[in-house]
């Protein structure tokens, strides 16, 4: 009897174990996303008319059925006039593994508040990823900063060959020891900031659109400029003045290290091909970025 007893329990064990793994082996894999940026530097701001971005790697459980994402009305707050922002992308679908990376424009129709961002992806496989996040849209007239990159020039060896989108030249083009000299002024500024002007190889495939995102082993610095307790309005520029002479914004093409002592080795080694000049700045009194990119060629 106790042999009986013993057989049954095994055999319900075994049962109950099969069971389990075939729960397992069909368990629906959902869609995930990290490297979430919401904004620029992820700072949940929208201003209207202006440009945003968005950043989120997913990886699908299966393969991806649709990307959607939505930036309705949040519930509690209250609006000027009824408003609402709708995106799906079909260019993700079917993919495994994706980079979603999109800059669309705030429509100047758009009201000021607090919205639920949502972000949607999704599965194949019928399962889906929901990311809600609050941003905040604000019409750019009543922010405290607006920062603006402008009176953007290169020269080498001291002649102009671009300035403000105007090319003298069809393509930038800089030889071993030549002097670059990159000029961009920041406008509409007030508080505390940073701002870099930095030359990033083409090949590396980074493309960085914030200060927080800048990756020194892959930048050759040009200027770096740090302001401090501005008055409203105010504008900063990369030329500084050092020891009584004007400067700061020029880089030999081939030089041992950059105009912030870092070596420009590795990575960033300098070498013919493509390469962005990149200006970033970002006030950090108010979590405000901008940035802009330019292409040059090195023949080095």
Known sequence: MKKVKFFFLFLLTASAFTACNSDDDNEVLKPTAENIEIGTADNKQALIGRDFHFNADVVAGSKIANVQLKILPKTGETYSKDWKLEFTWPEYIGTKNTNVHKHFT??????EGKF?????VTDENGSALEIKETITITDPANMPVD??????????????IYYMETWVEPQLIFKKNDILTAHAQISQI???????????KKSLNY????IDNLDLKKVIIISKVEHKDLGPASKITTLQKINDVYGGESIVIGADKDNEAN???????????QYNWVVLYKNTSYNMSVYKSMPVTLNF
């Open 106 to 111: 705030i429509p100047a129709d758009a009201v």
């Open 190 to 200: 007030m508080g505390n900031g940073i701002l870099y002007s930095v030359l990033i």
């Open 147 to 160: 920062p603006v990159i402008g009176r953007d020039m290169l020269s080498r060896n001291d002649e102009l």
């Open 207 to 210: 493309h960085p659109e914030s």
């Open 116 to 120: 639920d961002f949502v972000f949607i």
């Open 263 to 273: 070596t420009v080795t590795g990575e960033k080694a300098w070498e013919s091909g």
